[in-house]
Nanobody, 123 residues
Framework: QVQLIESGGGLVQTGGSLRLSCAAS????????VGWFRQTPGTEREFVAA?????????YADSVKGRFTISRDNAVKATVYLQMNSLKPEDTAVYYC???????????????WGQGTQVTVSS
């Protein structure tokens, strides 16, 4: 059983940066994909970014392209990061990392989820 733990959320002003981390325990991410999603009250989880350990090709939602970067720790293979720059108030949400077989944009394809970390961007 894999457990995912997110960290790095917090309060930041518009234009600021945060780096989220997703750490796995129980197994590594090798051979799997990791996705970041976000959710605000009353909405479905929204795809943000994903990366596969197989092809290492990152995928991004249009709303975050050029501002967010997903990366992985190739040495330990148990941590994935989401660097968020030029943050906007509309980026405010609970951010979740998830692990699955493919780097899909659909949240239901991911089997394992972290508990989420709050990101708040003030205007």
């Amino acid at each position: 059983q894999v457990q995912l733990i997110e960290s790095g959320g917090g309060l930041v002003q518009t234009g600021g940066s945060l780096r989220l981390s997703c750490a796995a325990s129980g197994r590594t991410f090798s051979g799997y994909a990791v996705g970041w999603f976000r959710q605000t009250p009353g909405t479905e989880r929204e795809f943000v970014a994903a990366i596969s350990w197989i092809d290492s090709i990152p995928r991004y939602a249009d709303s975050v392209k050029g501002r967010f970067t997903i990366s992985r720790d190739n040495a330990v293979k148990a941590t994935v990061y989401l660097q968020m720059n030029s943050l906007k108030p509309e980026d405010t949400a609970v951010y979740y990392c998830a692990s699955g077989d493919t780097s899909s944009t659909w949240y239901r394809t991911y089997a394992y989820w972290g508990q989420g970390t709050q990101v708040t961007v003030s205007s």
